[in-house]
């Protein structure tokens, strides 16, 4: 009601307001609200020209077009470093050489007791400590996940208390956690 009586129709301050802005994606030539678009901040809108489904789209044909190419780039990458860094290239031929006498079955099942800690853990949870990769790359010694960050996080234990027979269950107190 306004002062005169009337009973209004229609609100002086809602009418005045814009509209809600809708932004045409420069891909399927839809008109959206500015939230089905990412933000980029190169633009004047602030708003990327496709919207979020086109960009998800042409980002899916893209990888499906250039998973070769990015993994022949990758693979190269790896093979430069390697040839840069001895010792990461030894490691890194340790790792396929163990990984093919696991597969093939040469190596024995995983313990299921921390030689760390003497903790009992699940297989899955059980990782293979490389205590010398380059000279032995064959030879593991099993440990928890935390024990394994431990020994190449601080270094408490040197790799000769691994060879020595002082490291494992019948060990002293040379392993983490240990008494």
């Known amino acids: 009601m306004t002062s005169t009586g009337q ?8 009418d005045a307001a814009p509209a809600p802005r809708r932004l045409r994606c420069g891909a399927c030539r839809r008109r959206l609200p500015p939230e089905a678009f990412y933000r980029d901040a190169s633009r004047g809108t602030r708003l990327a020209s496709r919207c979020r489904a086109c960009t998800a789209s042409l980002l899916r044909e893209w990888d499906g077009r250039n998973r070769t190419r990015r993994a022949r780039a990758h693979d190269a990458a790896k093979r430069a470093r390697f040839a840069r860094d001895p010792i990461a290239n030894a490691k890194n031929e340790a790792r396929i050489a163990y990984r093919r006498a696991w597969r093939s079955g040469a190596l024995p099942r995983k313990q299921r007791r921390c030689a760390g800690c003497l903790g009992r853990f699940p297989r899955r949870e059980i990782e293979g400590h490389h205590p010398d990769a380059l000279a032995a790359p064959l030879v593991t010694v099993p440990v928890c996940g935390p024990c394994h ?4 996080g601080t270094e408490t234990t040197s790799a000769s208390t691994y060879t020595s027979g002082t490291f494992g269950p019948e060990g002293s107190s040379t392993a983490p956690g240990g008494a």
């Open 7 to 14: 009973e209004l129709t229609h609100d002086p301050i809602l």
């Open 149 to 152: 960050r431990l020994y190449h």
